[in-house]
């Protein structure tokens, strides 16, 4: 059985914190930190775009050359990409910095960036708040650290799961930021996943594999991909659990990650800036599941979709457009479109196409006016 707290509640041996370090020029908090006592297997998932930010190519490079790890420190309201050499040196120094101040492998941190690009990281001032940082930790930080990671959303996205492995409780807490810039590869967001479970690398690489395939991946605000994404999963083992690997306990383990994932990617959709419906659209009778995930995006990234959505107009042309615009061969007597309520806050899409039995849902919202005035004010 699986307890779902909507509230962030870090597993055993893991702390955080959070100060407002000056990045923000309103003052708010916008430097978050992370830190296990004990060392941690990582997994990680990043963005598809050809233009990564500097914490992103760091990370791959840790993460090729050390197999534990202790910290994650992030930052939001610079995303310190496209700043040449400057972008990665910076990242470098953050975490040397920080290393210093926990007595720990600078390798054995990782780094997140969410903000605007193109402008150089306040190095300077992230150093001078790493001390407090550091001398802030504690079980209880996070309830900050959440809220120093958000851009323009407007709550912190949470959620703590709680199972046990034989008779040992288990613990997966996570949060997330995002709400605009979202496109599948992955949806444009940062989000933070800790684990006390005691779990082999392979089996924490699949599982996360699979979660984000069926989550982050299947949402879409604006279709607009970020060059920060990153999903970072911490496991410390430290709550002794049966170790799990790709055979023992993985289903159990895998189930509840992929729940913790799906809730906070919807979370992300109903926080779309300047969003006013939640969209489901669910992809039937299809070849395989990339098939129906390649229709059902096409409608979800469909600019007169959503704004029919938003207008609550059932002109449900809209949608067989976007179909046939999938590049899929769907035949038009084949195609059967069913679409709920417009007048809901909550909308379900339902589409057959009679080519198979796969299928695919994925989690869209709808486009305001609200999107295109705060984003026509972000820099």
Known sequence: ???????????????ASAVASGIKKTGKLDLALFYSLGLAKAACKFTANKIQAAPIKLNKRYLKSNKYF?????????????????????????????????????????????????????????KQAIPQLVKNMSREGIRQAKRAIMTTDTFSKEITLKFKIRNKIVTICAIAKG????????ATMLCFIFTDASITQGALNKALKIA???????ITVDGCMSTNDSVILLANGASGNNTVDTNKYFSLFRGALSRTCLELAKMIVK????????????VGKAKSFSEAKRIALSIANSNLFKTAIYGEDPNFGRVVAAVG?????????DLKVKVSPLNKKEINVDVSINRGNASAIVYTSDLTPEYIKINAKYN
Do not use: W
Request: hydrophobic share 40%.
């Open 70 to 126: 202790q910290a994650i420190i992030a930052n939001s309201g610079n995303a310190n990409c496209f700043n040449g050499r400057f972008g990665l040196s910076d990242a470098q120094e953050t975490t040397r910095e920080l290393a210093r101040n926990l007595n720990i492998n600078k390798q054995a941190i990782l780094v997140a960036s969410t903000g605007i690009i193109g402008r150089r990281l306040p190095l300077l001032k992230i």
């Open 271 to 282: 926080d779309g800036e300047g969003a006013s419906k939640f969209i489901q659209i669910k």
């Open 179 to 186: 709400s605009g810039m979202i496109a599948p590869h992955m």
């Open 1 to 15: 059985m699986i307890k779902i707290y909507k509230k962030a509640v870090l597993p055993k041996r893991f702390m």
């Open 325 to 333: 615009a999938s590049g899929i061969d769907v035949r038009e007597k």
């Open 212 to 218: 984000v395939d069926k989550s982050f991946n299947c």
